[in-house]
């Protein structure tokens, strides 16, 4: 056995170790791409860097990094879903697509530079979601849908001037209409006890036949 194949086993172990922290905290988090996946993600991508360096010196190497680019971007793309007005799934995505460069790194040889981005990754995936909560208690975009009689021009021009009374900033309004009633949909930001203030005041409103959000 040369020192290649030992190499190489190293390069292996490390992209499990690797593939396992990022997947242990996707996991942890009960995200699609958990720990098992994660792994078989940084060690795919691992195994076929190693194997294009194997491969003749031409544009085969530059050729399969290309496409393991483009197959993690389809297999990421799959774990991105809307759920209701909502797009969930991003950071799953980015993780996939994340751990599959760290493991072209481990492929290439770049151990240590690969530690050093592992150790960042973590910390952006522990550290910065409660940042990221703060500045939800600041700011928050909703999309409401609101139902109103089909003649009931007051109400929608009345839901509009609250939005500006409670400084919730208004980026778009469309508006539908049937024979029955009057449906205006409002994508807005603003405080989240603004937010609070707006569906109680709704709720309120017997002229709001449906509110939706």
């Keep these: 056995m040369d020192a290649v194949f030992f190499e190489n086993l190293i390069k292996i172990g490390m992209a499990v170790l690797v593939g396992g922290l990022i997947g242990a ?19 795919g991508s691992t195994l076929f860097t190693i194997f294009s360096l194997s491969m003749d010196p031409g544009f085969t190497q530059t050729r399969v990094a290309a496409n393991i680019v ?51 990754t973590i910390l952006v995936l522990i550290a910065f979601p409660k940042l990221e909560a703060r500045i939800d208690r600041i700011r928050e975009s909703r999309t409401y849908e609101v139902v109103v009689g089909a003649d009931d021009f ?22 539908a209409k049937n024979e029955k009633s009057i449906i205006s949909t409002w994508k807005v930001i603003g405080a989240p006890q603004s937010h609070e203030n707006f569906v109680q005041a709704m709720m309120r409103d017997k002229s709001v036949k449906e509110l939706n959000y």
């Excluded at 905290?25 to 060690?43: P, S, W």
């Excluded at 774990?79 to 481990?106: D, P, Q």
């Excluded at 007051?154 to 980026?171: G, Q």
Aim: glycine residues 14%; without cysteine.
């Design 25 to 43: 905290e996707r996991e942890y988090q009960d995200k699609a791409a958990g720990f098992r996946t994660i792994i078989l993600i940084t060690l």
């Design 70 to 120: 483009t197959g993690i971007g389809f297999l990421g793309a799959g774990a991105i879903v809307r759920e209701g007005g909502r797009i969930a799934g991003l950071t799953t995505a980015a993780t996939i697509w994340l751990s599959a460069a760290l493991g072209m790194g481990i492929g290439a040889g770049s151990l240590y530079f690969v530690f050093a981005a592992t150790f960042v």
């Design 154 to 175: 007051d109400t929608v021009e009345k839901i509009a001037e609250m939005f500006n009374k409670l400084n919730l900033r208004i980026f778009e309004r469309h508006q």
